[in-house]
């Protein structure tokens, strides 16, 4: 079945670091690709997807890039503000039949970052 | 962009007894999702609640554990029956809106005593 793996947690980061969180997946179709991020006492949030291989999404300053090749998409950022703090998942959904708009997501990645 | 509400925002219940979730949308969506979050966990999907008819669960899940109804477009309730403590977990309310967004509910934090 499909899955998704995400980088082992938590992150702490000082402000202005640069932020990769990796992110790989298995999925036996061509699944679209996403980074939720879930703010402290609030619901998840889409933070950028991509659809298809080589696709780039970005979102407040985030990327990450869909690679077929080696089934990732791992997130990026090049100066992380303290705001940022928050989990992050990784999630893919492999469209068709029944399986529309599911989700299978990677377990969550901490961020921290101090001032 | 769709607006969920989801209550309560957290509970905390006695072993043995039931708990309903209920989740309202602000505009008809076409697809409405229930997702666990155990403890230090990533979300699973639980089921995927059909409006007119039942809901399709996943492995792992079934219906007389989690009852799901789905009255109309905008609506759709989880019982959590018969806890245990192994049931503490924030349960999350998804729905697919006709873009093909998904948006999430601030989710229920549910704690079994």
């Known amino acids: 079945g499909d899955s998704v793996t995400q980088m082992e947690g938590p992150v702490t980061l000082s402000e202005e670091a640069f932020l990769t969180i990796n992110c790989t997946y298995t999925a036996t179709g061509y699944p679209s690709l996403f980074w939720y991020v879930q703010y402290p006492g609030e619901g998840l949030q889409l933070l950028l997807k991509?659809?298809?291989?080589?696709d780039k999404g970005s979102n407040k300053g985030f990327e990450a890039t869909y690679r077929k090749e080696t089934t990732s998409f791992h997130l990026e950022k090049g100066s992380v503000q303290v705001s940022d703090s928050a989990v992050y998942f990784c999630a893919l959904s492999d469209y068709g039949g029944t399986s529309y708009g599911k989700l299978t997501f990677g377990q969550g990645t901490i961020l921290t970052v101090h001032p | 962009s769709a607006v969920i509400s989801q209550k309560p925002s957290r509970d905390i219940c006695q072993r043995g007894t039931s708990l309903t979730i209920q989740c309202q949308v602000d505009?008809?969506?076409?697809?409405m999702f229930w997702y666990r979050q155990q403890p230090g966990q990533s979300l699973t999907l639980i089921a995927t609640a059909n409006q007119g008819s039942e809901a399709t669960y996943e492995s792992g899940f079934v219906i007389d554990k989690f009852p799901i109804s789905r009255p109309n477009l905008t609506f759709s309730t989880l019982t959590v029956s018969n806890m245990s403590p192994e049931d503490s977990s924030i349960y999350l309310c998804s729905a697919r809106d006709s873009g093909e967004k998904l948006f999430f509910g601030s989710g229920t934090q549910l704690s079994v005593l």
């Open positions: 991509a659809t298809k291989a080589d």
């Open positions: 505009s008809q969506v076409t697809m």
